[in-house]
């Protein structure tokens, strides 16, 4: 077996596309759409989850957290993802709602960061969703209060079998603090890995409800 690089030698060298202003759409959701098709398109193996993306939230006195969430939803009015509103991002979103996502697919040497603001949709919205998730998904939902400490697994087991029993002749209930958010953009990020480290990057920002469209340095 070889000797495994250590982390200050591990280096890639990026040389499989290039980003120009000219290929980029006017409209950055299109764009975004665009890299998660190709992304989709050329994923390595169905384990990639490709709409995987961190969200960053923070406290009004400057605590920053950030988890995977997945995309599950996507138009001009924004990125949508599903939580439960009394975790530790729904408790930092409600005092301060902005917010930045970042997807990187590295089969692509890509990256995509977004900022904005999120607010909760609209309860049918998150409803809808609910209802086409798998019953133990829903059931799972219920039974997790997330981000709270838990005595052991066997607690959060039991929790889900009572549920199971309760719920067996109806639908699984949608629990009132559970839902999606969607953020508004205000900036998006397109990077790609170009050889050299001068990669490119290519910003959004909106100004007067008009996409700005420049280049960034690496
Ligand atoms: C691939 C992946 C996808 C995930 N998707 C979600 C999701 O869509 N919604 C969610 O609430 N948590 C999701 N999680 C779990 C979160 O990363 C996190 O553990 C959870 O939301 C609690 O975060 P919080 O305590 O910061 O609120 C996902 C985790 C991974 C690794």
Known sequence: MGVSP?????RRHYQQDGLHKRDCAACPTEQLKRWLHEAQECSPGDWFEV?????ATSTPDGDVTSRVV??????TDGLRFFTNYSSEKGRQLAENPRAALNF??????????????VTKVAREVSLEYF????RGSQLGAVASAQSQVVASREVLEARLHELEAECSAQDVPLPD????????????????G??????????????????RLERVSP
Not at 131 to 134: A, D, F, I, T, Y
Request: glycine share 6%; charged share 25%.
């Open 51 to 55: 709409n995987a993306m961190s969200l």
């Open 6 to 10: 250590s982390l200050a030698e591990m």
């Open 104 to 117: 990187f697919w590295p089969h692509l040497e890509r990256q995509v960061r977004v900022a904005g603001s």
């Open 131 to 134: 209802r086409s998730r798998p």
């Open 194 to 211: 170009r050889p050299d480290r001068l990669h490119d990057r290519l910003r959004y920002t909106l100004a007067d409800d008009v996409w």
């Open 70 to 75: 997945l995309l599950k939803g996507l138009d």
């Open 177 to 192: 603090d559970w839902g999606g958010y969607c953020l508004a953009p205000a900036v998006f990020e397109f990077w790609q």
